[in-house]
Structures are given as C-alpha cells and as structure tokens.
T-cell receptor, first 116, second 112 residues
Framework: DTAVSQTPKYLVTQMGNDKSIKCEQNLGHDTMYWYKQDSKKFLKIMFSYNNKELIINETVPNRFSPKSPDKAHLNLHINSLELGDSAVYFC???????????????FGPGTRLTVT | KQEVTQIPAALSVPEGENLVLNCSFT??????LQWFRQDPGKGLTSLLL?????REQTSGRLNASLDKSSGRSTLYIAASQPGDSATYLCAFGSSNTGKLIFGQGTTLQVKP
C-alpha cells in the first residue's frame, strides 16, 4: 500500500531521446509536485499541480512538460534529453491548493535519470 | 534570495551520543519548517513539522525547535543509533512564494 509511487526507479537513456516518468498517489491529496535533486543533493521544486491545474511552474526548460490526467497522477515528460538533465526526480503530494506549503509533503522513492 | 543553510554538512558520531543538527533560513515570511530524512537511494520521509506559531515539536527521540526571530531551527536526536544514519534535510514553507525551500542536508553516520 505504497503512498506515493514512481516508475521507473532507474532510467538510462541517450541524449536527444524523449522519456516519461510516472507518479501516482493513493493518499487522496489534491496537490502533487515534481522536484529535481542534483548531484550536490540540492532539492528544488519544478512544478506543482492542484486538482489537475498547474500552480507552480519554476524556471524549467520547456522540454519538461508535466501532465496530470487526474488528481492522483502526475507524469513528467522530457523531450530532447541533455546530459545536464541527469538527476534524481522526486514526485510528492500533499493536501491543500495554493497554500499547499502549509501541509506535510509525502515523497515518492525517486527516479534516477542518467543521460549518456 | 531565499536560502536555507544546514550545518554541518556531514557528521559522524559513536552510538549513544546526543546530537544537534542546525538549519538557518533567510526568509522572514516562513509559514512552517519541516525536517525530512533521506536514506541512500530512497525518497524523503517527513519527520517533524513545526508551524511558525510553535516553538518545538517532538516525536520519540527527535525534538525540533524553531526560532523565527533568529532564523534558526535545530533537530535534536537523543541516544543516537546506527539506524539513524541518513541525510537529514530541513525545508521551510514560504508564504511569499508558496513553495518549500530545502537545505542541502546533513549526512549523519552513527557508528556502532
């Protein structure tokens, strides 16, 4: 009964390819997030969605496109992958909408993306 | 610029010691502060959440404090165990930006 799940756990691909990462939460939360953790362990938010609506969109290349088919799912599609995209990508969820930062966030296990 | 600094970056202690991890932040519009634990190759697990109106929270051997005026939070771990070995991250919820801002973490190793 995993709360926040991500697939795949590992993703190795070549530059220029397009790939997707999927995330699902069974906590009944309204808000979902994508975070990127770089090689220096900095964790930074990329996007957040509330009830399928985009709330936060950080300065992220438009090669990254999130999609939320319903409030329990948030997928991340990446076009034309570059070496600098190599990182661990975490999905998270919480209660709340525009004030979701006031609630506890629950994280998935992460997807380690390696671009060669 | 909003920043979160965690000191030390790494810490190694013998089993049984009490220890303190430090977190400082620059944004005065803090709504809450959260401490997370990250095990190697795993996601983050929320440990404690302190609202800005609170001074501290306790869970088992963990105690987190918050001093908004000085921009500091501490995580106190009592009677450390090898199973406590992990990276501990603090993050504050900003009412200015509506985001969680994370520090780089303190990597703790507790030796048996």
């Amino acid at each position: 009964d995993t709360a926040v799940s991500q697939t795949p756990k590992y993703l190795v691909t070549q530059m220029g390819n397009d790939k997707s990462i999927k995330c699902e939460q069974n906590l009944g939360h309204d808000t979902m997030y994508w975070y990127k953790q770089d090689s220096k362990k900095f964790l930074k938010i990329m996007f957040s969605y509330n009830n399928k609506e985009l709330i936060i969109n950080e300065t992220v290349p438009n090669r990254f496109s999130p999609k939320s088919p319903d409030k329990a799912h948030l997928n991340l599609h990446i076009n034309s992958l570059e070496l600098g995209d190599s990182a661990v990508y975490f999905c998270a969820s919480s209660r709340g909408g525009s004030r979701s930062y006031i609630y506890e966030q629950y994280f998935g296990p992460g997807t380690r993306l390696t671009v060669t | 610029k909003q920043e979160v600094t965690q000191i030390p970056a790494a810490l190694s202690v013998p089993e049984g010691e009490n220890l303190v991890l430090n977190c400082s932040f620059t944004d005065s519009a803090i709504y809450n502060l959260q401490w997370f634990r990250q095990d190697p190759g795993k996601g983050l697990t929320s440990l404690l959440l302190i609202q800005s109106s609170q001074r501290e929270q306790t869970s088992g051997r963990l105690n987190a404090s918050l001093d908004k005026s000085s921009g500091r939070s501490t995580l106190y771990i009592a009677a450390s165990q090898p199973g406590d070995s992990a990276t501990y991250l603090c993050a504050f919820g900003s009412s200015n930006t509506g985001k969680l801002i994370f520090g780089q973490g303190t990597t703790l190793q507790v030796k048996p």
